[in-house]
C-alpha cells in the first residue's frame, strides 16, 4: 500500500461511524448508479463499499454481494451492521479476487482516490465474468468549484487533490478493454446555510481527503469568517456544495 493509499484509508476509517448521517446526496448518487445495474440475481462486488449500506441495498435487490474498502475501519462497521454481508478489505488496484469470479460489479464515489486509473479499470475486467456488468461513478474534476474558488480567494489550498476528468476515466475504461453502454456526468448540489456546516459535512464522509503539500491544517476563526464571506451563495442565501459525477454502465 502506498503512502498516499493509506492515508484514504485512514482518513475514511475515521468517517465510519458518523458516515452514514451525513451522507444523503452520495446516497442519492449511488441510487442513480444502481439503477443502472440490470435486476438479475448473480454475484456483485460493491468496490469501495464503505459502511456496507449500498452493499445491504444491492443484497436486498436479489443479488449475492461482497463488499470491498480500504479502510479496515469501515470494513469492521460494516460487518457489524451487514453480518449477513461478506466485507474484506482490499484495494481496487489490486483486487483480491480470482479472474472471473463476479457477474456484477459496484463502485459509488470510491474510485476518484485511485492513484493509477487503468490499474483500477483492469482490475475490474479482470475479476469480471465475461458479460459481466458493471455500474461505477466517480467524483471527477470540476467538483466543489464553489468551495474551491472561495478557498483560493482567502489563501488557502484547493479541498482535494487534482481528480481525473470524465475523458480520462473514459480512455482507462476502453484501455482495459472494457465496453461502454452509458457514459454521462451529472452535477448534484446539495447546500448549507454556514460555512462551518459544509466543511463538516465534507470531512464527516473523508470527501476533503488532501495528500501531500496543501493539506489543511485546523482553520483559525478569521479563516473561516473570511472563507464565509468570499463564498458565493445561491439566490436562497445558501452555501452550494458541487459534486460532478461520471455513471458509468460498463460490460466485460
Request: charged fraction near 15%; glycine fraction near 8%.
Amino acid at each position: 500500500m502506498t503512502s498516499a493509499t493509506a492515508t484514504v484509508a485512514r482518513q475514511f476509517s475515521r468517517a465510519a461511524s458518523g458516515y452514514d448521517a451525513h451522507a444523503a446526496i452520495q446516497q442519492r448518487i449511488a441510487g442513480q448508479g444502481m439503477a443502472l445495474l440490470p435486476l438479475c440475481p448473480g454475484t456483485l462486488l460493491d468496490i469501495g463499499c464503505g459502511t456496507g449500506a449500498n452493499t445491504a441495498a444491492l443484497a436486498a435487490k436479489g443479488y449475492t454481494t461482497t463488499g470491498l474498502d480500504l479502510a479496515p475501519g469501515m470494513v469492521s462497521y460494516a460487518a457489524r451492521e451487514y453480518p449477513h454481508i461478506v466485507f474484506c478489505e482490499g484495494d481496487a488496484q489490486a483486487l483480491p479476487f480470482a479472474s472471473n469470479h463476479f457477474l456484477y460489479a459496484f463502485s459509488s464515489m470510491a474510485l476518484q482516490w485511485c492513484e493509477r486509473p487503468l490499474t483500477a479499470m483492469s482490475e475490474l475486467a479482470r475479476v469480471l465474468q465475461p458479460g459481466g456488468q458493471a455500474s461505477i461513478t466517480i467524483m471527477v474534476n470540476n467538483s466543489f468549484t464553489g468551495l474551491d474558488a472561495a478557498r483560493q480567494a482567502v489563501g488557502l489550498a484547493p479541498a482535494t487533490n487534482p481528480l481525473a476528468s470524465h475523458s480520462h476515466w473514459q480512455t482507462a475504461i476502453d484501455a482495459a478493454g472494457l465496453l461502454t453502454h452509458t457514459a454521462r456526468t451529472t452535477r448534484y448540489t446539495d447546500t448549507f446555510s454556514d460555512i462551518l456546516s459544509l466543511l463538516r459535512s465534507i470531512k464527516a464522509v473523508g470527501a476533503g481527503t488532501r495528500l501531500g503539500p496543501g493539506k489543511d491544517k485546523h482553520l483559525s476563526r478569521s479563516s473561516l469568517t473570511a472563507l464565509s464571506k468570499a463564498y458565493a451563495r445561491d439566490t436562497s442565501n445558501l452555501l452550494p456544495l458541487t459534486y460532478q459525477v461520471s455513471h458509468f454502465l460498463l460490460e466485460k
